[in-house]
């Protein structure tokens, strides 16, 4: 499957963005995932949703701000996020996970990826 990830820009702390990703195959074959990466650092996992039921899991210091969501008929996810910080500044990309444990956000777990989207929070 390919993913495209979209959405991606400039925002002012305190606002909002939704991201999308969209997938070329049957995207209900697979848990979707969202990751982010700033200069520097390691990729860090931001959340994912359960290929069918919806079920969903973040990293910790995005509960609470992010939402990720689904439409298997348009093959799309998406994530928003909202009380944006500029320490939320990053590529953030979508990954397609068939393992059974996606749930771990472990990046190794996750078959395929997006090209990533740009966020940048100003302050």
């Known amino acids: 499957v390919q993913l495209q990830a979209s959405g991606g820009g400039l925002v002012q702390a305190g606002g909002s963005l939704r991201l999308s990703c969209e997938a070329s195959g049957r995207m209900r074959n697979y848990h979707m995932g969202w990751f982010r990466q700033a200069p520097g650092k390691e990729r860090e996992f931001v959340g994912v949703i359960h290929r069918t039921d919806g079920s969903t899991y973040y990293g910790d210091s995005m509960k609470g701000r992010f939402t990720i969501s689904r439409d298997n008929a348009k093959n799309i996810v998406y994530l928003q996020m909202s009380s944006l910080k500029p320490e939320d500044s990053a590529v953030y990309y979508c990954?397609?996970?068939?393992?059974?444990?996606?749930?771990?956000?472990?990046?190794?777990?996750?078959?395929?990826w997006g090209q990533g989207t740009l966020v940048t929070v100003s302050s």
């Open positions: 990954a397609a996970s068939s393992n059974v444990q996606y749930y771990s956000g472990s990046v190794s777990l996750y078959n395929y």
